[in-house]
């Protein structure tokens, strides 16, 4: 028998933070936890006493199998930055008496790399104050942006749907023998793993986008509009896949030009939008032709009727081997995913120190966009290709996906 286990989602949510949420659950069940605890929105919510017995929501196979299809934090979530690790502070001392008090022996999150600084604050004091509790760092996020890791669980999943949709909208562009020009503005923060995917879309029966800006790389927004008209003298419809994160050559975010309202999250990070609607405005304005917009928004994170079973697949096993690192000792550390081959796909879990991993943003590498920095190379299309592979349908009931949903957050 092992002891009490606690799990806590934090930061934005994915399409499959769920399963990993199921593959802690599950393998701490099975690997002999007494009681897998979580907690409702992340460490904050912990701080605030809510906390489930997770056996007294999940209670069979089916609910573990709908856990996993289902969207977005079942526990809901949090972007709250611990204090910097001093002994005595009343954060850490209120969350060690908190965890003493459950009986806690292992303790989980499963986030990005603002998560991973919890659990390295969190270790840092355990060793401060000489607590035997195992604190593991489960990776997600659709940015792709955590250090070490070859990727990460959730941005297979909204790659697939990224390249799924701007075929779509690329197709919906063709209709009008009419100059148009689409702008589609994706999630990534300061990385590009995302906007590249949507270069995916190109293959036998699509083009692709015409142009793919990521933050990587500043953009002029009067080049920007130069380049649309130069692709109008030879096409109508031009399709622009721009990240949300993308900067001017001085620095500020292109969103910054939009009148969106700013709001900053505990760790320092703007709410980034309102990028295409500025540049489709500005290209409707200077070139006197329809422009649209298209924020894919929260829906490419939460489209969970077009997972990439790869990802699901991984964002299990990545819950089920923190478990297993922490039962056998480990602490302080994140789950990795190792990439043994491409073609067949293989990929192996390990650990890795949350010291090297909290806080790093990784970035696109400069000879995966090309020369002009208007687009991906095949060298990441090869990498990112693997992890849309297959798909898991949903559970339907009555037409339309079942999800499983946390009462307590539901009720506020
Ligand atoms: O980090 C994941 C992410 O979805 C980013 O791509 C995006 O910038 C951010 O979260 C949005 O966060 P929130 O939903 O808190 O505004």
């Known amino acids: 028998m092992k002891g009490n286990v606690i799990v806590g989602q934090s930061g934005g949510p994915t399409a499959v933070i769920n399963s990993s949420l199921a593959g802690v659950f599950k393998t701490a069940r099975d690997r002999g936890a007494k009681t897998v ?58 969350i060690f008496a908190r965890l003493k008090d459950l009986e806690i022996e292992y303790f989980f999150y499963i986030g990005g790399n603002d998560s991973m600084d919890t659990i390295k604050k969190l270790t840092d004091y355990a060793e401060i104050i000489g607590s035997d509790i195992k604190f593991m760092g489960v990776p997600k996020t659709i940015d792709n942006d955590l250090a070490v890791t070859d990727h990460t669980p959730g941005f297979g999943s909204a ?35 995302l906007t590249g995917a949507a270069a995916l879309a190109r293959g036998e029966d699509c083009e692709g ?58 760790f320092g990070h703007k709410q ?4 295409a609607t500025y540049l489709a405005n500005k290209c ?24 990439s079973r790869v990802d699901i697949t991984e964002a299990f096993q990545v819950g089920g081997a923190a478990v297993k690192a922490a039962f056998e000792g480990e602490t302080g550390k994140m789950v990795i995913l190792k990439r043994v081959s491409d073609d067949p796909y293989q990929c192996t879990t390990d650990i890795y120190d949350v010291h090297m991993i909290a806080n ?11 020369e ?23 559970i339907m009931v009555d037409g339309l996906p079942r999800h499983l949903c946390c009462e307590e957050l539901r009720r506020g």
């Open 372 to 394: 002009e920095g208007t687009y991906v190379t095949q060298d990441f299309l090869n990498y990112v290709r693997p992890l849309i592979q297959a798909e898991l349908t949903p």
């Open 37 to 94: 605890y979580g907690m409702l929105h992340g460490i904050q919510g912990f701080l605030d006493g809510k906390v489930v017995d997770l056996s007294k929501h999940i209670t069979s196979d089916l609910d573990i199998e709908i856990l996993k299809r289902t969207p977005s934090s079942y526990l809901g979530s949090c972007r709250y930055k611990l204090p910097e690790v001093s002994k005595g502070n009343e954060i850490f001392e209120q």
């Open 159 to 193: 790659a697939k749907y990224i390249g799924s949709i701007t075929k779509e909208v690329i197709r919906d562009g063709l209709v009008y023998d009419k100059a148009n020009v689409t702008i589609l503005e994706i999630m990534g923060r300061n990385a590009g793993w």
């Open 284 to 307: 409707a304005r200077e070139l006197g032709c329809k422009a649209r917009a298209i924020e894919f928004s929260t829906l490419q994170r939460c489209a969970s009727h077009i997972v």
């Open 209 to 266: 986008p015409d142009m793919i800006f990521l933050p990587e790389i500043p953009v002029d927004v009067d080049e920007f509009v130069q380049k649309v008209k130069a692709l109008q003298d030879k096409k109508n419809a031009v399709v622009v896949a721009i990240s949300e994160g993308a900067k001017l050559p001085d620095g500020r975010y292109v969103c910054e030009l939009s009148d969106n309202v700013d709001s900053v999250d505990a």
């Open 272 to 275: 980034l939008s309102g990028t």
């Open 360 to 370: 790093v943003e990784k970035k696109v590498p400069r000879e995966w966009i090309n």
